[in-house]
């Protein structure tokens, strides 16, 4: 269990049988009365973020989270499987449980996955940037480089992202996997 005065940004606590991690964190001491723990906390299960207010004397559930790196196999379907690399247990997890992660996958790429009670409710990838092929756009407009112009693109995955003008069909660029947003250009031979 924990105390109101150990919560910090980060902290990962159970309220309600539900994981929330703390996502931003304020210590208020009143004129008088007892000090307060004003945090914002988001829901590790449904992403929602609320406001929670703790006063010293409450007592804070851990939960029951474990965190393992994992490297993706292969895809079976709607199915993505990956293989612990110590202990070689294969887990699946099917396209709900990936949400946006599954475009980004690559062959041995490394993920973190993050278990509460035995199931998968989070994933993320070890290294924040992926670099992927597009397979298809339209070419940029010449002259329409005045502001920071940018076009669809579609990745080797089918998944759509956008790109500034000067990308072609062909060319390799790097993925942010936090934001699923176009980072740079790559030279790749």
Not at 31 to 43: H, L, S, T, V
Not at 52 to 65: C, N, W
Not at 127 to 143: L, M, N, S
Not at 173 to 181: F, L, P
Request: hydrophobic content about 30%; overall charge negative.
């Amino acid at each position: 269990m924990y105390t109101a005065s150990d919560l910090r940004k980060g902290l990962k606590i159970e309220l309600d049988g539900y994981p929330y991690e703390v996502t931003e964190y304020n210590f208020v001491k009143p004129g008088k009365g007892q000090a307060m723990y004003k945090c914002r906390i988001k829901n590790l299960l449904t992403q929602t973020t609320q406001d929670r207010t703790f006063r010293e004397v409450d007592s804070i559930g851990k939960p029951d989270l474990e965190q393992r790196n994992v490297r993706f196999s292969y895809e079976d379907g709607q199915h993505y499987v990956f293989t612990d690399p110590k202990t070689y247990e294969e887990f699946s997890l099917n396209a709900k449980d990936l949400g946006e992660a599954r475009y980004f996958l690559t062959d041995d790429i490394e993920v973190s996955l993050l278990f509460h009670n035995g199931a998968v409710i989070g994933v993320e990838f070890v290294k924040p940037f992926v670099e992927k092929q597009i397979v298809e756009t339209e070419p940029g407009v010449r002259g329409d480089t005045a502001t920071n112009v940018t076009k669809p693109a579609k990745i080797d995955s089918g998944h759509e992202i956008r790109v500034p003008l000067f990308i072609s069909q062909g060319d390799w660029v790097r993925i942010d996997t936090r934001t699923g947003e176009y980072a740079e250009r790559v030279a790749r031979r």
